[in-house]
């Protein structure tokens, strides 16, 4: 079995796979593209796949200023910002005590965080809209990242504690007599030979907080606060859609998250490696 797995057929085989889901995978991204560039009548009159017969550089500048993308995109940048570091240093400090601290329910404990990634996100909207319209958190910053925070916590427990536990603890040891307490260890020892992990963790975190749109929705209400997701329905009017402005538009949002992939895509697959074999 092992022969036929490292026969060059079989690698060949594996490459071509891997090109025809690549080609799948970026069809659609394509046809964004063209329609980004293409103008109304030009969408309207020739196959949605049809390369632009002239294109429209000017939809871009057109689709910030008309779908107020500039603005949306500050309101999510800033709850990425803030959501993405706090909810992994909440999720950390989590990870490190399951693993670490060895207290007696530390096992039913992780459990119980795990039970959050099993709840409908639809069945927590009605208590989460009590709640903050009691305190007063709705369409405001603090209100939407709480609430991020809150569904992001089992996931990145799941990843972090996987890794933590590939970390010998004999290193703890060695801290311990050099005269590191329980934060010191976690601050010197654990986070520096976690960055892999906490590389992975930002792209997905990023990643969803940038890209979600039904919390959004729900408790965000003023359109001064809207993130990208929600912002990009504001090329839908009640008759008509400009699919070409909303296309340029989507190309633009989607920059950040390329920017962010790039810049930490080097740990990416060290991250999960290690989450796993924890």
């Given at each position: ?19 025809v ?56 940048i ?91 603890k ?22 520096p ?55 340029a ?30």
């Amino acid at each position: 079995m092992n022969n036929q797995l490292t026969h060059p057929a079989f690698g060949i085989l594996r490459y071509v796979c891997l090109i025809v889901l690549s080609v799948i995978f970026l069809i659609p991204v394509v046809f964004i593209a063209f329609t980004a560039v293409k103008s109304n009548a030009d969408l309207l009159s020739r196959p949605f796949y049809a390369f632009p017969e002239k294109i429209q550089w000017s939809n871009f500048p057109a689709a910030w200023d008309q779908g107020k993308i500039g603005m949306y995109m500050k309101n999510t940048i800033i709850i990425c910002l803030v959501k993405v570091p706090l909810g992994i240093l909440v999720e950390a400090l989590a990870a490190f005590a399951l693993t670490r601290l060895n207290f007696k329910w530390e096992n039913a404990l992780f459990v119980f965080f795990l039970v959050g990634m099993m709840v409908p996100m639809q069945a927590t909207l009605v208590p989460l809209n009590m709640f903050l319209n009691k305190v007063h958190l709705v369409s405001t910053y603090p209100g939407i990242i709480l609430v991020y925070i809150g569904f992001g916590i089992p996931f990145g427990i799941l990843i972090l504690r996987g890794f933590f536990r590939t970390i010998p603890k004999e290193l703890d040891e060695a801290a311990l007599i050099d005269g590191c307490g329980v934060m010191g260890k976690f601050i010197r020892i654990i986070l520096p030979l976690s960055m892999p992990a906490v590389a992975t963790l930002i792209i997905f975190d990023f990643m969803a907080t940038w890209n979600e749109f039904l919390l959004a929705q729900i408790f965000i209400t003023k359109d001064a606060m809207k993130t990208i997701t929600t912002g990009l329905l504001s090329f839908k009017g009640e008759h008509s859609t400009d699919y070409t402005l909303m296309n340029a538009a989507v190309l633009m949002s989607v920059v950040p998250i390329l920017i962010v992939y790039v810049s930490f895509q080097k740990y990416f697959v060290n991250g999960l490696a290690g989450s796993v074999k924890g």
